[in-house]
């Protein structure tokens, strides 16, 4: 891959000015030379031309380089400090600086090197027009490559979230493990902007499992890349160490030691007995996931610590939670309850609640992901999500009566 060129310093921009003011006027001078020429080859006219054109070029470019780092930073900061340029503006305003520019520089051919320079109001006039049409003739030029920049800098992005998203639908399981006892599902949604969403069901032992879920912090391939990145650690640790706080502590060691310092993760990890139905869960600033009793109890799996990719030293708390048959276990992205519909409102918590409790028993695991992610769409009422959504759902099926330990 071609590595990306830097931008140009302000310094080496006016060295730029220096050598390419001369090449600029070359092309002015034969214009003019041309056009003002006696017609038998004068080259006095176009050695006449030629100085002329060089302090124009000078001159002007130099009143860009002022307005482009001194004038314009504080102009559409001061306009519009949220919004950025805006294009068309920026065109009208750079027309300007190269109007003034060129009255600047007649101005100082005519008090140096040609007193009689537009000695009149004929030649005010005439100058002042093919002023205006190089200064819309270059605008327009500018304007062009301007959008033309935007339209494959928009191709690069399509592309890089094109490669994101196989990144990320890579590690995503489609097929889940069938057990006796339980009965799970997952689904991850992908909006447009790819995040960092993942889950995984990681075997680690003799009828037990790892639950996963996690979110990482910014868009495209990075995100896509450090979620790869929290999957390989997870599993190269799943059948090895049994606590879910160490394994957490591990994956979080790894991620301040590899990556950007601006890159996070929230992480819930549970490990699963399906003999004793046991889960032991350590969330790491995640949303907190949800047992659903057959009761009507709810019990929220919040113990854990701070996000992933923060503190290389964080340790993490480790708890354990008995199911019972009839419990319903939810896991899910922030995608889920920051939902926001057209006027603004976040699906929110306590509908993902009522949504869960409000489904029969009998569901299965993937009926009730279907049934969820269907409530969030309904409210959304055709609005595009502004995040992925990922939602995973674990069972106690009816008679599953624990082993004793």
Not at 296 to 302: F, K, Q, S, Y
Not at 304 to 328: C, Q
């Amino acid at each position: 891959m071609a590595r990306p060129r830097r931008p140009k310093t302000p310094r080496r921009q006016f060295i730029d000015i220096l050598w390419k003011s001369p090449l600029w006027a070359v092309f002015f001078a034969l214009f003019f030379g041309t056009l003002y020429s006696s017609g038998r080859g004068d080259v006095h006219a176009y050695l006449g031309a030629y100085v002329v054109s060089l302090i124009m070029a000078l001159v002007i470019s130099v009143f860009l380089w002022l307005a482009e780092h001194v004038v314009a930073p504080r102009l559409w900061r001061r306009a519009s400090p949220t919004a950025g340029r805006i294009p068309l503006a920026e065109a009208l305003f750079y027309m300007a600086v190269s109007i003034a520019g060129a009255y600047t520089a007649a101005l100082i051919i005519r008090l140096t090197i040609a007193p009689d320079f537009l000695g009149d109001m004929k030649g005010f006039l005439m100058f002042g027009m093919f002023t205006l049409l190089f200064a819309v003739l270059f605008s327009a030029i500018a304007y062009a490559i301007y959008f033309y920049r935007q339209s494959l800098d928009r191709a690069r992005s399509d592309q890089e979230l094109h490669l994101a998203r196989r990144i990320q639908r890579s590690f995503l399981l489609s097929q889940f493990p069938q057990m006796p006892r339980l009965d799970l599902h997952a689904v991850n949604i992908s909006s447009k902007q790819v995040s960092g969403d993942f889950y995984d069901v990681v075997p680690a032992g003799d009828d037990t499992f790892l639950l996963a879920v996690a979110d990482v912090s910014g868009k495209g391939v990075p995100a896509a890349l450090l979620t790869s990145m929290l999957q390989a650690s997870l599993r190269t640790q799943a059948g090895t160490v049994p606590s879910v706080a160490r394994i957490l502590a591990n994956v979080n060691r790894l991620v301040c030691r590899s990556t950007a310092d601006e890159q996070f993760a929230t992480f819930f990890l549970a490990r699963v007995e399906e003999r004793s139905l046991r889960l032991s869960f350590s969330n790491a600033g995640h949303n907190f996931p949800v047992v659903y009793r057959r009761s009507g109890e709810r019990v929220m799996l919040e113990r854990g610590g701070t996000v992933i990719g923060v503190l290389e030293d964080a340790e993490f708390e480790e708890a354990a939670i008995d199911l019972t048959p009839g419990d319903r276990v939810l896991l899910y992205t922030d995608g889920i309850s920051e939902a926001a519909n057209e006027a603004g409102e976040m699906f929110g918590e306590e509908r993902i609640h009522a949504a869960i409790e409000a489904l029969p028993a009998s569901l299965t695991a993937r009926e009730i992901v279907e049934q969820l992610i269907a409530g969030v769409r309904g409210f959304l009422n055709g609005v595009e999500a502004g995040d992925d959504m990922t939602v995973m759902v674990l069972r106690v099926l009816d008679g599953a009566v624990p082993a004793s330990r």
